[in-house]
């Protein structure tokens, strides 16, 4: 079984703050994917990284990075110097074969 | 080059009736997922068609089922509705492997009064 938590149900930050976003995940596999999504009030998922459990190593993308570490099963995601624009609510998602198991999403407000 | 596209984009039904949900994939993806996202939830799969097969299920009754044609575009169809289906359906679409990324459609929303 599947099993991706965020504790963090909501996060309201000034502009130009950064943001982290935890995600905790179970799983029995050794090889698994994981995802982050955004869904801004339009209500379209947006893809935003995918990390396999292969590969801890953190990367920055633009504004955004993660820290994958196997561990302790987590997958952070962090914004730098976050908008307005960023508000959204965003998933982790967990995959070993086909399905996506999503967390509850956290909801990401960010202030003028 | 086209995303995924829904139709239709909002739906009201009454308990008891039947509806029909339809996807396009974006060009070059082969593989259609259905989600069902209730207000305030993360997604929860549906199910998962690829070659005009059912490949893998979630946990939800046999009144959901879908359908993929030659084109791979797909439906998603649910029988006698109760209230607890209103939500938002999302249909992603992706390549056949198991770790490639989905893409989602902008979603129907189903009201069931």
């Known amino acids: 079984a599947q099993k991706v938590t965020q504790a963090q149900t909501e996060i309201s930050v000034v502009e130009k703050e950064d943001v982290t976003l935890d995600c905790v995940y179970e799983t029995r596999d050794t090889t698994y994917y994981l995802f982050w999504y955004k869904q801004p009030p339009s209500g379209e998922l947006v893809f935003l990284i995918r990390r396999n459990s292969f590969d801890e190593q953190n990367e920055i993308s633009g504004r955004y990075s993660w820290n994958f570490q196997k561990s302790t099963s987590s997958f952070n995601f962090t914004i730098t110097a976050s908008q307005v624009v960023d508000s959204a609510v965003y998933f982790c998602a967990l995959t070993n074969d086909y399905k996506l198991s999503f967390g509850a999403g956290t909801t990401v407000t960010v202030r003028a | 080059d086209a995303g995924v596209t829904q139709s239709p984009t909002h739906l009201i039904k009454t308990r008891g009736q039947q509806v029909t949900l339809r996807c396009s994939p974006k060009s070059g993806h082969d593989t259609v997922s259905w989600y069902q996202q209730a207000l305030g939830q993360g997604p929860q799969f549906i199910f998962q068609y690829y070659e005009e097969e059912e490949r893998q299920r979630g946990n939800f009754p046999d009144r959901f089922s879908g359908h993929q044609f030659p084109n791979y575009s797909s439906e998603l169809n649910v029988n006698a509705l109760l209230l607890g289906d209103s939500a938002l359906y999302l249909c992603?679409?992706?390549?056949?492997?198991?770790?490639?990324?989905?893409?989602f459609g902008p979603g129907t929303r189903l009201t069931v009064t």
């Open positions: 992603a679409s992706s390549l056949s492997w198991g770790g490639d990324e989905q893409y």
